[in-house]
């Protein structure tokens, strides 16, 4: 096996960048990486996509994937969007 092969692999192993509860923040999080062009592969296990389809798509966590060649991006676009997310829940307008 060639070197250059090996390196492909290596770059196209999946890494999970993120595991997203709410649905809303899982949309957004993928129409991030559409717009950045990072491709990824999202995903519910065991009895959680059907579980979905029944009970809403809060009932169960979405774990997203990406490649180990864009994982150090992807990874900092969450914590980006998790930080000014988690901000602006706290900002007291009241005042």
């Keep these: 096996m060639s070197k250059r092969t090996k390196q492909t ?5 999946l890494l999970l960048a993120a595991v997203i509860t709410n649905p809303v923040s899982s949309e ?5 990486l559409k ?8 995903r519910q296990y065991g009895a ?4 979905k389809i029944l ?3 809060a009932a169960a ?3 997203i994937y990406v490649s180990s060649a864009d994982f150090e991006r992807a990874k900092g676009l969450y914590e980006a969007y998790i ?3 988690a901000e602006t ?4 307008f009241s005042e």
């Excluded at 959680?48 to 579980?51: D, K, V």
């Design 9 to 13: 692999k290596a770059e196209n192993e």
């Design 89 to 92: 829940e706290f900002l007291d």
């Design 48 to 51: 959680g996509a059907y579980f």
């Design 83 to 85: 930080i000014t997310e």
């Design 35 to 42: 717009k950045e062009n990072i491709p990824f592969i999202c």
């Design 28 to 32: 957004i999080f993928q129409d991030i």
């Design 55 to 57: 009970a809403g798509p």
């Design 61 to 63: 966590p979405d774990y």
